[in-house]
């Protein structure tokens, strides 16, 4: 063969193996190039992970801010209508035990029950009655008639003072439909004979409690009826 193709072969054999022989350069290279693109890909990997993490955290706490906004509405609500419906509570009792009042008034007067509390403490009533004044709101005086007058004339013919509940007044009495600041109703045996006076003698009392925002009137006529309304 001519001596130029073994001179071609041996200059691309050295050429050849030159290039691998730099091989560690270009891969060495390639390797930082590798590095670089594959600590890029976490690096944003990371990034992305954190944001996602900052948003989820982000999320969730506007989560609960929102939470925490619906428990105080509704514990106002909760309160606020708690209170509203002690009031009613409150001011339904008092009705109910100021009926209870009278009518013990009545049963104590209709069994000549001693007063116990009167001075002398043996004595026996010819009536039992309640006064009711709207100068005094937050209570009635239960008393002895002693005297037999139809009024409560002082220590010596107390029964019981009885306070109201909390919140609960005497708001108006009413005489036969009349606006009255006194009303007093007492009982006579044997029937028994209802005596209405405030002081004058009438025929209808009407005393109206107030209590929140509602109230409660308790009625007593002369036949004896009593009522809440």
Not at 15 to 28: L, Y
Not at 100 to 112: C, G, K, L, P, Y
Not at 221 to 229: D, P
Request: aromatic share 10%; hydrophobic share 40%; glycine share 8%.
């Amino acid at each position: 063969m001519p001596d130029n193709y073994w001179q071609k072969k041996v200059f691309f054999g050295s050429s050849f193996r030159s290039f691998f022989n730099n091989g560690n350069i270009f891969g060495s290279v390639l390797r930082r190039k590798t590095n670089k693109l594959v600590s890029g890909f976490f690096g944003f990997h990371n990034n992305l992970t954190a944001k996602t993490a900052s948003s989820q955290k982000g999320t969730t706490l506007i989560e609960m801010l929102a939470v925490i906004f619906i428990i105080a509405l509704l514990s106002v609500l909760v309160f606020t209508n708690y209170k509203s419906g002690g009031s009613q509570l409150a001011l339904q009792r008092s009705a109910s035990k100021l009926a209870q009042d009278i009518r013990r008034a009545e049963e104590m007067t209709m069994s000549s029950e001693e007063c116990k509390k009167c001075t002398p403490p043996t004595t026996i009533p010819p009536r039992y009655g309640i006064k009711f004044n709207t100068a005094v709101p937050d209570s009635y005086i239960f008393f002895a008639d002693i005297n037999e007058n139809g009024t409560f004339e002082g220590p010596d013919e107390l029964v019981d003072t009885v306070t109201l509940e909390k919140g609960v007044k005497i708001d108006k009495i009413f005489a036969d439909g009349i606006p009255k600041s006194l009303g007093i109703v007492t009982f006579q045996p044997p029937d028994p004979i209802v005596y209405i006076r405030d002081p004058g003698n009438r025929s209808i009392l009407k005393v109206q409690l107030i209590g929140g925002n509602g109230t409660k009137a308790i009625i007593v006529n002369k036949t004896g009826l009593i009522y809440v309304q």
